[in-house]
């Protein structure tokens, strides 16, 4: 499936955020999983016609699951090739059965010969370099009409400096500082036809191992790795991920948007905002 790697402890320590989640498998979900999913089938009119693109697909969770629950069909990318390679393996495990190809490219430079239904970003727009690029690059994907589908991270007060600092180094990107309204700039010509504001909740310590475990037994299932220094190292790194992901929880929110691209009314907006 994968060029054999020479797995470390070191290794495991030193790969880029985006690698190790395809290293493990991670199922890199966006906030609020399933429930986000059945929100934006429910909203978005996405069925068994559409014909979807996932950005930044990690190892295909949103997609897979969508085309499972729906039966659309579609195209996922991820500029990880080990993510891509998780989320192929994904499909022949867990989802045979759909219509989604997973590639691997660079979000700024994907072209298609069709257009999409539904572009799908989750959480994983501020990840790219210039989300506002991204976003207008994706327009250009999209059928009149179509749907942006996505989940946005805002601050409800700000996040200590030496939090944002342990942020950036596990992510290596800087999290979400802005407030709400600073967010959603970014979708000013877009028409906002579905939206609601969750709060986020710390998981326990039990909660956090629990999804740790699961996921290093079954990374190491597939890897064949039986070393406890490289089992020990795996666990640790994940569980510093999501024990920043809970740390930075009491100071976010987040969203979950279906966004209308109509060639008639954008960039302008004609509906007043409530």
Same mark, same amino acid.
């Not at 059965?97 to 691997?104: A, G, W």
């Not at 989750?122 to 370099?129: C, E, I, N």
């Not at 326990?204 to 597939?222: N, W």
């Given at each position: 499936?994968?060029k *054999?790697?020479?797995?470390?402890?070191?290794?495991v320590?030193?790969?880029?955020y985006?690698?190790?989640v395809?290293?493990?498998n991670?199922?890199? &979900?966006?906030?609020?999983?399933?429930?986000?999913?059945s929100?934006?089938i429910q909203?978005?009119?996405?069925?068994?016609?559409s014909?979807?693109?996932?950005?930044?697909?990690?190892?295909?969770?949103? $997609?897979?699951?969508?085309?499972?629950?729906?039966?659309?069909?579609?195209?996922?990318? +991820?500029?990880?090739?080990a993510? &891509?390679?998780?989320?192929?393996?994904?499909?022949?495990?867990?989802?045979?059965?759909?219509?989604?190809?997973?590639?691997?490219?660079?979000?700024?430079?994907?072209?298609?010969?069709?257009?999409?239904?539904?572009?799908i970003?989750?959480?994983?727009?501020?990840?790219?370099?210039?989300?506002?690029?991204?976003? *207008?690059?994706?327009?250009?994907?999209?059928? +009149?009409?179509?749907k %942006?589908? $996505?989940?946005?991270?805002?601050?409800? @007060?700000? !996040?200590p400096?030496?939090?944002?600092k342990?942020a950036? @180094?596990?992510? /290596?990107?800087?999290p979400?500082?802005?407030?709400?309204?600073e967010?959603?700039? !970014?979708y000013?010509?877009l028409?906002? %036809?579905?939206?609601? =504001?969750?709060?986020? !909740? #710390?998981?326990?310590?039990?909660?956090?191992?629990?999804y740790?475990?699961?996921?290093?037994?079954?990374?190491?299932k597939?890897l064949?790795?039986?070393?406890?220094?490289?089992?020990?190292?795996?666990y640790? #790194?994940?569980?510093?991920?999501?024990?920043m992901?809970?740390?930075?929880?009491?100071?976010? /929110?987040?969203?979950v948007?279906?966004?209308r691209? =109509?060639?008639? &009314?954008?960039p302008?907006?004609? &509906?007043?905002?409530?």
């Amino acid at each position: 499936m994968r060029k *054999k790697l020479n797995i470390t402890p070191e290794f495991v320590k030193s790969v880029s955020y985006t690698d190790f989640v395809g290293l493990l498998n991670q199922w890199n &979900v966006l906030p609020g999983s399933f429930v986000t999913l059945s929100k934006w089938i429910q909203f978005s009119g996405l069925n068994k016609k559409s014909h979807i693109l996932e950005a930044a697909c990690t190892t295909g969770f949103t $997609s897979r699951e969508l085309a499972r629950m729906t039966d659309c069909s579609g195209i996922g990318f +991820d500029i990880s090739k080990a993510s &891509v390679e998780m989320a192929n393996y994904n499909k022949k495990i867990y989802a045979p059965k759909i219509k989604i190809n997973y590639l691997c490219q660079n979000g700024y430079k994907f072209e298609s010969k069709g257009k999409f239904s539904h572009i799908i970003f989750g959480a994983a727009l501020r990840f790219f370099s210039d989300p506002e690029r991204m976003l *207008k690059k994706s327009l250009t994907l999209l059928e +009149d009409e179509g749907k %942006i589908l $996505s989940t946005e991270f805002y601050t409800i @007060k700000p !996040i200590p400096k030496i939090l944002i600092k342990r942020a950036q @180094k596990v992510f /290596n990107i800087t999290p979400t500082e802005v407030p709400y309204k600073e967010v959603m700039k !970014i979708y000013k010509g877009l028409e906002i %036809i579905y939206e609601d =504001r969750n709060i986020l !909740i #710390r998981e326990t310590p039990e909660e956090l191992a629990h999804y740790c475990t699961s996921t290093i037994d079954r990374a190491c299932k597939i890897l064949k790795i039986n070393n406890k220094s490289i089992y020990k190292a795996m666990y640790d #790194r994940l569980y510093q991920i999501k024990e920043m992901s809970n740390l930075l929880r009491p100071y976010q /929110n987040y969203n979950v948007l279906v966004s209308r691209y =109509r060639k008639s &009314v954008y960039p302008n907006r004609y &509906v007043e905002l409530f």
